[in-house]
């Protein structure tokens, strides 16, 4: 196993004074890390918040496994409109067998939302970071779960009462480790995930909070392009408009593709009301 990641400076400095085994443990949870997207975040550590404890093949990813869930629908969709029923059943019973994980092993009824696992050995032994942490990835199942209405309804007033929920937006984390997937950067993909999975919930409440993700995202990308004639690749969710920042680079701001699509989007009426989802 070897790391290969933007932040293999720090990476390397993380491994110094580890042992051999230890040494190969950190590296394949840097790769998993990086391949998540998410690179580097405190939703991979523990509760130091220090890149040498990084776990992250030891974590279950909601996000994820939504993402997985509704891939699979819509695999079995297409495999039943070109006559494949066996194909077709395969996934719909994968579907079936993930959401009811997501509704269940994964819902925290407490805080009204979806969480990461935490694995011992092959057993999840409860949710991977504190309770009162919150994560764009929590919600992430909002768009991607079909059905209980209710438990989507709880969803999204918790996280209009979450602390990622800000003026600039809502950030990937609400834990500061200076890290790029943390606060306070706001990501256009979450922006889009959760506008649409809060329009899906079907009641005004829910269709208000996507609204106003979709508006607050769109006064940001105005702002920033009265000031660089161009979008960058994240928002400080604390200031409209705001560069986001942090990680183990400088922030991309001469025009970034998901930044620039998002805005073209929901630019079009069509694509910016309540139904879009």
Same mark, same amino acid.
């Not at 720090?10 to 051999?20: I, K, N």
């Not at 629908?73 to 070109?82: D, L, T, Y």
């Given at each position: 196993d070897s790391a290969d990641s933007a932040d293999?400076?720090?990476?390397?400095?993380?491994?110094?004074?580890?042992?051999?085994g230890e %040494?190969?443990?950190?590296? %394949?949870?840097?790769?998993?890390?990086?391949?998540?997207?998410?690179d580097f975040s405190s939703r991979w550590m523990d509760e130091s918040n220090q890149l040498q404890s990084l776990r992250t093949t030891r974590i279950l990813p909601v996000d994820l496994n939504a993402l997985l869930a509704k891939s699979e %629908?819509?695999?079995?969709?297409?495999? %039943?409109?070109?006559g494949d029923a066996d194909t077709s059943d395969t996934f719909a019973r994968m579907a079936d067998e993930r959401e009811a994980a997501l509704r269940t092993l994964f819902w925290d009824d407490r805080r009204g939302k979806w969480r990461d696992l935490l694995l011992e050995g092959n057993r999840a032994v409860g949710f991977a970071r504190k309770d009162d942490e919150d994560y764009a990835s929590d919600w992430v199942p909002l768009w991607c779960l079909g059905g209980d209405l209710e438990m989507r309804q709880r969803a999204t007033r918790s996280l209009e009462a979450s602390k990622i929920n800000q003026e600039g937006g809502i950030a990937a984390s609400s834990v500061h480790?200076?890290?790029q997937w943390d606060w306070p950067n706001a990501w256009p993909p979450l922006q889009?995930?959760?506008a649409s999975g809060c329009w899906s919930a079907k009641d005004e409440a829910s269709s208000r909070l996507g609204d106003s993700i979709r508006d607050r995202y769109m006064a940001s990308a105005r702002k920033a392009w009265g000031v660089w004639n161009s979008l960058p690749e994240k928002?400080?969710?604390t200031v409209p408009g705001g560069v986001g920042g942090g990680?183990?680079?400088?922030?991309?701001?001469?025009?970034?593709?998901?930044?620039?699509?998002?805005?073209?989007?929901?630019l079009e009426p069509k694509n910016s009301n309540r139904v879009r989802n």
């Open positions: 293999s400076a720090d990476s390397a400095d993380s491994a110094d004074s580890m042992g051999d %040494r190969e443990r950190l590296f %394949r949870d840097i790769c998993a890390a990086a391949e998540s997207g998410w %629908r819509i695999v079995s969709g297409m495999a %039943r409109e070109v480790t200076g890290e889009y995930f959760l928002f400080d969710c990680g183990e680079y400088a922030v991309v701001v001469e025009g970034f593709g998901w930044t620039l699509g998002l805005a073209l989007l929901w």
